[in-house]
Nanobody, 123 residues
């Protein structure tokens, strides 16, 4: 079992930066692919970024490529999402997720989820 807790969300202005953190407990996440997803009320949960267990592979949605950076510190059991040049359309609840071994953008395949952190970007 893996428990995930996101933090770092908040209210910022367009152009600002935020760094989200996802702290894992219950099991080492060193063998898990970690992903970030986001969801607006009434909409599907969209892929944002993923990072392989070693950190060697990173993957991004086209909408955030060049602005967001996913990273991980396996010694701290923590995954980060650095978000720069934020836009109002980035406003969503951001979720951290974990899946063992497989690298995927499909939210339905992730086994473990955090409760989410709200990111609001004002224009």
């Amino acid at each position: 079992q893996v428990q995930l807790v996101e933090s770092g969300g908040g209210l910022v202005q367009a152009g600002d930066s935020l760094r989200l953190s996802c702290a894992a407990s219950g099991s080492t996440v060193g063998t898990y692919t970690m992903g970030w997803f986001r969801q607006a009320p009434g909409k599907e949960r969209d892929f944002v970024a993923a990072i392989s267990s070693s950190g060697a592979g990173t993957y991004y949605a086209d909408s955030v490529k060049g602005r967001f950076t996913i990273s991980r510190d396996n010694a701290k059991n923590t995954v980060y999402l650095q978000m720069n040049s934020l836009k109002p359309e980035d406003t969503d609840v951001y979720y951290c997720a974990a899946i063992k071994y497989v690298v995927t953008r499909d939210s339905r395949q992730y086994n473990y989820w955090g409760q989410g952190t709200q990111v609001t970007v004002s224009s």
